[in-house]
Structures are given as C-alpha cells and as structure tokens.
C-alpha cells in the first residue's frame, strides 16, 4: 500500500499553507509557553501571554505518545489536525481543545488513524539520507 499524499495545486497550495502556517505558529507558541515556570518573575506577561479561559481555545490540539506530551496541533476541520512533519507518522493521541497540559478537563480524546506528509519533507538525519530541515515541515493527521 502506497503512502497517501498530499496533492495541491501551486497556487491553491500556497494559498492554504499561508493562511493555516500562522494559526500553527501560534498554537505551537502557546504550547510552548503553556510549559514555562509560572513563578518565574523574569517572564513578561505580556510577552508570554496568559492562562486562557478553559474551553476558549477549541482549534489547539495536543499530540500524545501514549501518556507522554509529543507534539502540538491546529484543527483546521472536523476530523484534521495541522501538525510538524518532524512530530513523526505514526498513531497519536489527540486532546482536541486542550487548555492544559497537565489536567484532563473534558477534551476530546480521539485517536489518530491516518498522517499525511508534505511531499517535500526531508526527515533524514544521518549521513546517508539528507539532514532533515524545517523547509516543507508540514503533516495533516485524520481524526
């Protein structure tokens, strides 16, 4: 069985990815700074942002390696998430509009059952195949 691949037209392609590149930026930020000390006084709050109100955030995803924090996401339809290639093709967990990392607070948990990744993509890190690099970083998981 062949690997699916993810087939845009130039222009419509780049249409998309332009659009749907910043909403990850973004959820992959807030992510990160979900994970930063809060007693930490040298952090800026305005530059590290705020807790969210719970349920606020229904496009955020987190990815799960079994019980273990993997990757970050950006639904961008019903049963799609926008992820990193680098997160890996394989099955995943994923809390659909999770706002905290370390609480389950009645997210949808569902299982990944299909990953789609950009035809570009190098993951490559040996001396063998190429260094993998952020260009064409890009995978959709089904839901």
Not at 39 to 54: F, I, K, Q, S, V
Not at 106 to 113: D, I, P, S
Request: proline content about 7%; aromatic content about 6%.
């Amino acid at each position: 069985m062949r690997a699916p691949h993810l087939h845009l037209s130039a222009a419509s392609g780049a249409r998309a990815l332009a659009k749907l590149l910043p909403l990850l930026m973004a959820q992959l930020w807030a992510a990160e700074a979900a994970l930063l000390p809060k007693n930490d006084t040298r952090l800026d709050p305005e530059a590290y942002g705020a807790p969210c109100a719970r349920g606020s955030q229904p496009w955020q995803v987190s990815l799960f390696n079994g019980l273990s924090f993997h990757c970050a996401g950006v639904l961008v339809d019903q049963s799609w998430v926008l992820t990193a290639a680098h997160c890996g093709n394989k099955p995943l967990w994923a809390r659909v509009g999770d706002d905290h990392l370390l609480l389950l607070q009645g997210e949808q948990l569902r299982r990944t059952t299909r990953s789609v990744v950009h035809p570009k993509y190098h993951q490559g890190s040996g001396p063998i195949l190429p260094r993998r690099t952020d260009e064409h970083d890009l995978m959709l998981l089904k839901l």
